[in-house]
């Protein structure tokens, strides 16, 4: 009875610890990949604008992240150190994301400044609650092994939010005032923006901090120990290639049929008859991450995470150069989303891997430099995500404009010049393919293996021990 109640326990904590992604995923998705075409053909700003915006406020981001490390690794309550942070800034999670798709009916000089304070406010509570979020990876657990699995649920439940938002994003704003018209993009953000608040609320309930680590140093060894800490350097850029890998993609998914797959396109298999639009394409990738996530702890175990990382950067170059020449036909569209699952189960396998990874990066930066700085590198990993999103977004919307595309004409396939239609199809498929290659460079060097890490469990247990 007491194993079973254990285990029941242990479950509850996965699933809760699962909540708080779902909820930081609806929004992060709807950002990726619908804000660059808000901006563009609903809010009404120019594409190279809305390019800059994207990639300015990752300036703020630089300073953000790291001051939000550093100060939930120096928080101290009744309900931990990052745990918190989840309970207290939830509703302004909520309210900045509802902000962040408001249109006030403004010039446009005016607008843009809207904009760009919206914008920095999202990502600075994004910050305030999902640095502490991901740092909880590192205080609930001290095995390796058990902390995969805890990212592994995360990122399950997160690319099940995902799906959810991404499936349901064009019908509810279609039903809530229309595609082409702000108020529909409005109201679906408040939908969307309520069940994250309620989702957060759950991941604080149910998870809790097991190990009390403490802070021992001064903020400047920290980033002085974090600053020589190799594996972090490489984990940094491979974990920047991943987003901009999966951002590349994401962004340009929305351009992609509203100007190369033809409106109002049906799929048929059988007798049934479904349509074919970014919403369907997407979601049906986050389904196939949630299948590749749960691959993830199994394949780790068995090959260790550094080899599963190269397989399956290795796995993404060759897909994404494949999805170019897949022709737009009804046979090729089928093609499209069979593509769409293979890269999607390779990308959910990825997703928890870093993460674990991070939580290993912060063991060894605890065992080497005898400095509790969780929420440092975790703040870390929330920065590179946040540029990796960044410059991915911002890179496909200069290159657009670069290739002379019309923007505010989101259902005129024909007006849309051929080195516009050319660069969406190298954005699916050539430029996330190099980017994984240079991944695949960058994670060569990493040396955390899973015989490295044995030691580093082995030491820590022994060094936490005397230290208490």
Known sequence: MVNDKMVNIKWLRHVGYGFGDMSSSMFWKVFSYYLPFFYSNIFGLSLKDAGIILLVTRIWDAVSDPMMGILADRTNTRWGKYRPYLLFVAPLFSIAGILLFTTPDWGYSAKLVWAYVTYILMMTIYTGINVPYGAMLGVMTDDSQEKTVYSS??????????????????????????????????????????????????????????????????????????????????????????????????????????????????????????????????????????????????????????????????????????????????????????????ISLLTGIMSPLVWSMYADVSDYAEQRYKTASTGLIFSSSSMAQKFGGAIGGSAA??????????????????????????CLRYLMSFIPAAVSLLAILIVSFYPLTTAKMAQIDEQLKFQRQHAQ
């Not at 680590?213 to 974090?226: C, E, M, N, P, Y």
């Not at 200069?398 to 505010?408: H, Q, V």
């Not at 989101?410 to 080195?419: C, E, G, K, R, T």
């Open 153 to 342: 649920f995360r990122m399950f439940f997160a690319y099940g939010g995902s799906f959810l938002a991404l499936f349901l994003w064009e019908p509810l704003c279609n039903a809530l005032g229309g595609y082409d018209n702000p108020q529909g993009w409005f109201w679906a953000m408040v939908v969307i923006a309520s069940a994250c608040f309620l989702l957060f609320l759950c991941c604080f309930s149910l998870t809790k901090e097991e190990l009390k680590t403490v802070s021992t140093v001064s903020i400047g060894a920290d980033f002085k120990s974090l600053l020589s800490n190799k594996p972090w350097w490489l984990l940094i850029g491979a974990a920047l290639c991943f987003n901009l890998f999966c951002t590349v993609r994401g962004a340009s998914v929305a351009y992609y049929f509203a100007d190369i797959i033809p409106a109002q396109t049906r799929l048929t298999i059988g007798g049934w008859s479904f349509l074919f639009y970014a919403g369907l394409f997407l979601a049906v990738g986050e389904v196939s991450n949630m299948i590749g996530v749960a691959t993830c702890v199994p394949l780790a175990a068995k090959f260790g995470k550094k080899t599963t990382f190269i397989a399956v950067n290795v796995g993404l170059c060759i897909l994404s150069i494949l999805f170019f020449f897949i022709p737009v036909t009804h046979t090729g569209m089928w093609l499209m989303l069979i593509a769409q699952v293979l």
């Open 397 to 422: 919307l200069w290159l657009l404009a670069a290739c002379g595309y019309i923007s505010n004409q989101p259902s005129a396939v024909s007006l849309q010049p051929d080195s516009a239609l050319l």
